[in-house]
């Protein structure tokens, strides 16, 4: 019990400092985060796409952010390192926001999914799901979901932690819409199958 209490502690803990390196980065880019304790200290890899913006002037915003941290949640001696994000198609909190931003602008949501979705898979991903749930029409309409994917995506098993996930809620004027985008990385092993790179589908070709 102890054990399983501290794992769910460690869950909330990483959720909470994806939450404010979020926030505290967005300008940078921010798409995710990685955590590592050990007995000496805990590393904290944030992924961005403006590395520069993060270090700040002589690293005083790195300096700042990790002093935050550590009395913010009570972490001893944090290491913080920042990664520049290889490729922002493949990274699901930067393509939820993409999303998010154009469904705010006003794009249609099924046509912009599947444009998406081909983008995805057209960038080597071995799999790619994106839910749209919500308000997607116009004034009165009732809220339904959209969703659209294509390759191999685990939905159970400890397969699900190779699976990248993001969630985001976007806000256009007729109404809140939730996102869910899932990507498998290109390369990926599972233990259960061996994936090689998916063919585009025809009823993607189309898409744009």
Do not use: C, W
Not at 5 to 32: C, N, P, Q, W
Not at 186 to 200: C, N, S, V, Y
Request: proline share 4%.
């Amino acid at each position: 019990m102890v054990v399983e209490r501290k794992f769910i502690e460690d869950a909330m803990v990483k959720h909470e400092i994806s939450k404010y390196l979020e926030k505290t980065l967005s300008r940078a880019g921010f798409s995710r985060v990685e955590i590592q304790k050990t007995p000496v200290i805990t590393r904290i890899t944030a992924y961005v796409t403006n590395p520069g913006r993060v270090i700040g002037r002589g690293g005083s915003t790195i300096d700042a952010i990790t002093q935050e941290i550590k009395s913010k949640f009570k972490i001893d001696n944090p290491q913080i390192s920042v990664a520049e994000v290889k490729n922002e198609v493949l990274e699901p909190r930067l393509v939820a926001r993409h999303i998010s931003n154009a469904l705010e602008r006003g794009a249609n949501a099924r046509s912009l999914l599947h444009s998406t979705l081909k983008t995805i898979i057209e960038n080597g991903a071995l799999g790619a799901e994106i839910i749209a749930t919500g308000k997607l029409a116009a004034k009165g309409a009732k809220a339904k979901q959209i969703k659209v994917r294509f390759g191999y995506i685990p939905k159970a098993g400890d397969t699900v932690k190779q699976v990248d996930t993001a969630l985001l809620t976007s806000y256009p004027k007729y109404g809140a819409i939730g996102i869910q985008v899932r990507i498998v990385q290109p390369g990926t092993q599972f233990a259960d199958r061996q994936l090689k790179k998916i063919e585009m589908p025809k009823s993607l070709e189309g898409a744009r």
